[in-house]
C-alpha cells in the first residue's frame, strides 16, 4: 500500500472511480471536460467560458509564489511537511496544461450535516412560537433545539463536544414535559 502511495499517479481506487465512477468525468482538454459535465447533467449547464475563467486565475496563482489563492496557499503550507510532500499532497501544477492531464470533474451532491440552528426554545425546553410564547405540549431537545452543530461551539463544533448540550436539554425537555 504505501509502495503504491509513493509512486506518480493516482492510487488504484482513484483509478477505479475515474473509470468506472458514474459521477466522474475524465476528459483530456476543458471543452470536452465540460460538455461531459453538461451531458451529465443537463438541468443544470455549465458556462465554458465561466470555467475557463475560474481555471486561468488558478493557473496564474500558481505562478505567483505571493497568491493569497487559499487552496494554493494550504497546499504550500502542506508540502514543507516531508511526510505530505512525499505521499499525501501533490506538488501545485497548472490545471489547464496538457502535461497535467487529464482534467477530472466529479458531480457533487450537496447535503446538510449540522443545521448550526435548530427551534427557539426557552430554557425549560419549551418550543416558542414567532411571537416568543410557548407552544403548549411542544419540547424539543438535542440538534433539534440547537445544540447538535452550533450552541456554544458554532462552527467549530466536533462529533462529541455537543452531547453535553444535548444531554442538558434533554434533561431540562423530560424535566418539563
Known sequence: MLKARLGK???????AFTTHGEDFVVRGDLDALVAGMNKDTPHAPLDLADIRAQLEACDRAIDNPFSKDAQITAIRAARKYRGDRMIRTAKPHKFLDPANGPLIAVRL??????????LHTDL??????????????????????GFGGGG????????????????FSGRAAGRSA
Open 9 to 15: 499517479g493516482a492510487t488504484a481506487a482513484v483509478e
Open 109 to 118: 451532491n450537496v447535503l446538510t450535516r449540522k443545521s448550526l440552528g435548530g
Open 124 to 145: 425549560d425546553a419549551r418550543v416558542l412560537d414567532a411571537g416568543g410564547a410557548p407552544i403548549d405540549g411542544l419540547f424539543a431537545a438535542g440538534e433539534v433545539a
Open 152 to 167: 456554544h461551539h458554532g462552527y467549530n463544533t466536533h462529533e462529541g463536544t455537543f452531547l453535553g448540550g444535548c444531554l
